[in-house]
Each structure stands twice: as C-alpha cells, then as structure tokens.
C-alpha cells in the first residue's frame, strides 16, 4: 500500500485530453486535481475510504473535516440524501453551479465515513464545470473534492497553483485554465426551514433566501466544537492494552479487539477510523481505548480527531 509520505510524479494534462487517464486514476482509489467552476478541487471516489485518505495525506489536512461530494445531477444526490421540498427548490434554481448544499445523509449511501466525518449528515453539490462533469460521468463514481491545495495555501484557480503546493503528492492535474468564480462554493444547512448560511460564496444570502444566524450544535458543518463527532462512551488514548470493561482499538504491534492497521499505515487506519468508532460505541463494554498513533503526517489528523473524540463534554 502507498503510504502518504511517498513521493510520486505529478503530471498535467490538458483537461479534455485527460479525462480518460484521470477516470482511471479514480477508480484505482488515487486523487486527482480537477477544475470547477469555484476553484480547482482535489478528487477521489468518496466510496473509497482509502482513497478519501489520500485526499487527507495530499493536502496535510490537520484535522478531518467533512467533505463536499460531487455528483452529476439531482437524481445521483438523491441516491445520496434526502431532499425536501426545500432543498428540490434551491437545486432547481441553483443547481449545477456554485452552491453546497448540507443535507441528512440516506442510510446505506455507501458514502465512505470519512467523507462524512462521521456524521449522519453530507454535503452535496452539483457542479457546473464541463470538466468536473465530464469526470463524474467517466468515473461512475461521486467525488469527494475539497480544494487542491496544501492546508493553509490560497486556494487554487489554475493547474499552476496546484502544482504549487502539490507537485509529488498526486498523480495527475487536469489544466482546464482559470476557473470563474474564483472562490468556494457557498455552503448552505438545508435540513428543515429556512437555508442557514454556513460558509459564504458566490451565491449570496439574499440570492439563496438563506439565515446568517447561527444554529449551534444542530448543523453538522465542518467541526468547530472540541467534542464534535464524539462516541457516547468515554475514550482513552495511547493505550498499550485494555483495562477491564475497555473495547481496545489497536495500531500496529497493539492488536486490540480490532485493528486501524497492523502494518502501521497511516492511510489504512485513517479510512478506519470513524467505522472503528462507531463499531466500539455499539461493542459490550463501558468505555474505548485507541492505541498510540504516530504523530506525524495523516496521524496528525487521526490525533486531531481522537482528541476531540476523547475531549470532556
């Protein structure tokens, strides 16, 4: 298994000469950088755990936040969320275009956990962008795609950007020129009542009818609570076996009742972790204990996650 700290030759392809090569790439679980309309995205099969791990280990992503997954049209969201007339109304107006839509996830999508970050919500958007689309469609597959950039890098507008901050972390970036709005797309909780605005975009409030207020804990966004995404046992870490009455989840040398990896890799266990959480909430026992994790690379991210997970609430 690649490891995210391997080094691999990047390549840029003029976007309509590329789409085949880029499908491929993505159906063999790599990222792929691709422009929208909003920014150059970073894309990977949001089915694929490990592959949305990729997307992680590429970016240097301190922390794992939910991501956007992109599909085709409507119907392909819908296989994925459950709209309300509300949400039909804003995908009918805006839809494909620059807006993210943040809605209950449907049971048994098989949208990867980690896509989600754990949560029974996801976040949806349609793009407009000929070569994203031309994607979704050769791929057969709904992507998740944050922005192609190093973590705490400009985003990115044109294949040189990338290149920037991502040369030897991914195989492929399709060059489809200056992307047009410049900016990420706007994120908007749409679960019941009004839109409330969660990130600002090229769509306004006053254009999507959206709230500015905020809407506390019940809006799964990208995580600012310490404790967001907790199970509901107490959890302790860095733990070398189980105590009495503990579900152990292991790395490497430490086994435990079920393993992130035994081979200590670091993508293996990120594209665990969240299904390892889950399982462990609902095992016998009072409480969880997760084995050390390396802090270095993708385990920066993994830590950032368990510490919320283990913080007091």
Known sequence: MRQMTDIVETRTILAEAGIAEAAALIRAGQPVAVPTETVYGLAADATNAEAVARIYAA??????NPLIVHVADLAAAELLAILDDLAR???????????????QARPGNGIAALATAGLDTIAIRVPAHPVMRALLVASGRPLAAPSANASGRISPTRAAHVLSSLSGRVPLVLDGGATGHGVESTIVAATGGA???LRPGPLTPEELGAETRPRGEGVNAPGQLASHYAPSKPIRLDAT???????LIGFGAVAGDETLSATGSLVEAAAKLFDALHRADAAPGETIAVAPIPAEGLGLAINDRLGRAAADR
Do not use: N
């Not at 970016?59 to 794992?64: A, D, E, Q, T, V």
């Not at 109304?89 to 809605?103: C, E, K, N, Y």
């Open 89 to 103: 109304g804003l995908a009918a107006r805006f839809w494909p275009g620059p807006l993210t839509m943040v809605l």
């Open 59 to 64: 970016k240097g992503r301190p922390s794992f």
């Open 241 to 247: 076996e189980a105590r009495p009455g503990e579900w």
């Open 195 to 197: 839109p409330v605005l």
